[in-house]
């Protein structure tokens, strides 16, 4: 009798571990937003991408496409950025944990020389438009990744981020433009901001405001280690300052960060123009940082 119970409660045990790995019981329902962080190469115009499929990973049923998305669906992901969003879906998933979403994009294809598939492209402020390329985008997709939770019964809201200035590289020697996501899902009532003014900035260059978790900028990111690479990759995200003088980074998790500033003139390299560094970041608040120039020199 004893060695009976002994195995009934080992059971148990067993049963519960399971449980604990597993999905919550029941389901709850995902509003996924899409937003951009602003490209810093000068000429660009708008940048298009069609989202033909969403898929989500699962532990138990690997990737799983969303039947819920009714697409496909064009943005220009130039006008949504400085905390300025768009809705792509909202579906319903088993309740529980997840940490990657897949998008499938409408990508030009090149057979014979001829461009089909047109449905991310550049348009430039000539006018004239640029396919974007995106290896494997149409077949296996490009993965977001970043934690969240789908509430029994509730909603989350999840907002990816397309960062277009890490994304977008132009092949040496094709001379075509290529498109490589860098995508994060950030949880929209986790995220806050860094917004602010800059004053007595250079008249004739463009300021580009990287915002990295603290400490891990290193001087050799202002020159990419690869041809098609950008510079400053592990910035979590950036602005490039307005006519006004405003700067906006949205969708930051809650941390402490740095504020790389930079300046660029023309075809030149990037200059590191001066750090602030642990500024802190709550969740569903801004945080003001001004910025004079006169402080750098």
Same mark, same amino acid.
């Given at each position: 009798?004893? *060695? ?6 080992? /059971?148990?045990?067993?049963? %519960? ?49 969303? @039947?819920?998305?009714?697409? +496909? ?6 006008? /949504?950025? *400085?905390?300025?969003?768009?809705? /792509? ?45 995106? #290896? ?30 890490? =994304? ?5 020697? =094709? ?26 900035? #250079? ?9 990295? @978790? ?13 041809? @098609?690479?950008? *510079?400053? +990759? ?7 300052? !307005? ?11 809650? %941390? ?9 003139? %023309? ?9 602030? @560094? ?7 608040? !801004? ?11």
């Amino acid at each position: 009798m004893k *060695r009976i119970i002994f195995f009934v409660a080992l /059971l148990s045990i067993i049963t %519960g571990f399971t449980a604990c790995e597993s999905s919550e019981a029941g389901k709850g329902v995902i509003n996924l937003s899409i937003t951009d962080a602003p490209i810093d190469t000068e000429g660009i115009e708008a940048v298009y991408i069609t989202v033909t499929g969403i898929q989500y990973h699962s532990n138990e049923k690997g990737w799983v496409t969303v @039947e819920e998305f009714e697409g +496909p669906k064009t943005f220009n992901l130039l006008n /949504l950025t *400085r905390g300025e969003s768009e809705m /792509l879906s909202s579906f319903e998933l088993n309740a529980g944990k997840y940490t990657q979403i897949r998008f499938l994009l409408d990508a030009p294809i090149r057979d014979m020389g001829n461009i089909s598939n047109p449905g991310c492209y550049l348009v430039f402020e000539n006018g004239t438009t640029e396919p974007l390329f995106v #290896p494997s985008g149409s077949q296996i997709g490009f993965k977001a990744v970043g934690a969240f939770t789908v509430p029994v019964n509730g909603i989350v809201d999840i907002t990816a981020d397309f960062d277009v200035r890490k =994304s977008i590289v132009k092949a040496g020697a =094709s001379g075509k433009y290529i498109l490589k996501p860098t995508i994060r899902l950030v949880v929209d009532n986790q995220a806050g901001c860094i917004k602010g003014d800059v004053a007595n900035a #250079p008249e004739a260059a463009t300021v580009v405001i990287y915002a990295y @978790e603290s400490g891990a900028f290193t001087e050799s990111e202002t020159t990419p280690a690869e041809v @098609e690479a950008p *510079r400053f +990759p592990n910035a979590v995200s950036s602005d490039v300052v !307005c006519e006004l003088g405003k700067y906006h980074i949205a969708y930051l998790a809650p %941390g402490t960060y740095d504020l790389v500033i930079t300046t660029v003139s %023309g075809d030149e390299a990037p200059v590191v123009a001066g750090i602030f @560094e642990n500024i802190v970041v709550e969740s569903k608040n !801004c945080t003001a940082k001004n910025i004079d120039f006169n402080t750098f020199e």
